[in-house]
């Protein structure tokens, strides 16, 4: 009897014996995989196992670097991280139009992607149509080909008449980032609308809510707290994508580092430092507002 009784639960899938599903069971990366050197493989998919000790190899190695960068470092001329320090608040100052063009590129693109994505929802299908090519087109389109076509294309100065309005890169640089901003808050808008329950709108229209009504008044204010996290998402990776701006000539952090380089006689052993310190200050940046943005995704996530 207990013999019997053995041989059964071992048969109890996912207790004793290896479930005989072919159902796709996402498993913990930690662990049941085959290990591979920094890898580790479940069911033909690679998962990076990143140790604290791998952190501390990365820090010797980047000790020994420097230490080299330090001895290959002429006599008579001063050392990388003093170069560095010399050139620090020229950086810093570009990294300061880096801002900038992600503050002003994010502000135009959450305003047009809004109204871009409520067009999406509209009742009226030629409406829907354009808002929908619009949107797609602006998605789809490289970032680096839309930047070249506004600064090439895109006047100098506009003249009203009355007055002649400069345009220099640096707002070029907005517009030309704020294009696909638009067209992906655009998408957060349409899905953040269309995941409120139906019942949202009935009840609406039972109390003779006008649909404008319903959308200002009723659907929004609750989209606002689903669209939280991917706005932040996105404006990170506007953050991240400013220095693109640097190849059509504006003054920003990258820019300015080449130009300190250039100062210093583009000695070999400065490559490393000055950008090391341009990708530090970009993480730290960035950094904390992902780490925001995943706290949002989890305390609004929806419960079902």
């Given at each position: ?12 899938p ?52 420097w ?26 100052k570009?990294?300061v ?61 506009l ?25 992906n ?63 059509m ?19 070999p ?27 949002l ?8």
């Amino acid at each position: 009897m207990l013999g019997l009784a053995g041989s059964t639960a071992s048969r109890i899938p996912g207790v004793d014996a290896r479930p005989a599903t072919d159902l796709p069971v996402l498993l913990p990366v930690g662990g049941g995989g085959r290990r591979e050197g920094l890898f580790v493989r479940h069911d033909g998919l690679a998962f990076l196992d990143l140790k604290a000790r791998h952190g501390l190899w990365l820090a010797a190695l980047f000790v020994l670097w420097w230490g080299a960068a330090q001895a290959a470092t002429p006599q008579g001329v001063l050392w990388p991280i003093e170069t560095l320090v010399k050139w620090m608040p020229f950086i810093l100052k570009g990294f300061v139009l880096n801002l900038v063009i992600s503050f002003l590129a994010m502000a135009i693109g959450t305003v047009a992607g809004t109204a871009l994505g409520l067009m999406q929802v509209s009742l009226l299908p030629p409406v829907r149509a354009a808002s929908w090519s619009v949107t797609q087109f602006f998605r789809n389109s490289p970032w680096l080909v839309l930047l070249f076509a506004i600064m090439l294309l895109f006047p100098f100065e506009l003249d009203f008449g009355f007055a002649i309005v400069p345009v220099p890169d640096w707002m070029k640089a907005v517009i030309g980032f704020s294009l696909p901003i638009m067209a992906n808050i655009s998408e957060v808008v349409r899905g953040a609308v269309l995941s409120i329950p139906t019942g949202q709108w009935e009840s609406a229209e039972s109390l003779a809510f006008t649909r404008r009504q319903t959308i200002w008044m009723i659907i929004l204010p609750q989209c606002i707290k689903r669209m939280i996290p991917p706005w932040i998402n996105w404006y990170c990776i506007l953050a991240m994508a400013t220095p693109l701006c640097s190849i059509m000539g504006v003054e920003e952090s990258v820019t300015h580092t080449a130009q300190a380089l250039n100062a210093e006689g583009d000695r070999p052993e400065l490559l490393g430092p000055f950008y090391m310190f341009l990708l530090i200050i970009f993480f730290v940046y960035t950094y904390p507002i992902t780490r925001i943005s995943i706290r949002l995704e989890k305390k609004y996530a929806v419960k079902i």
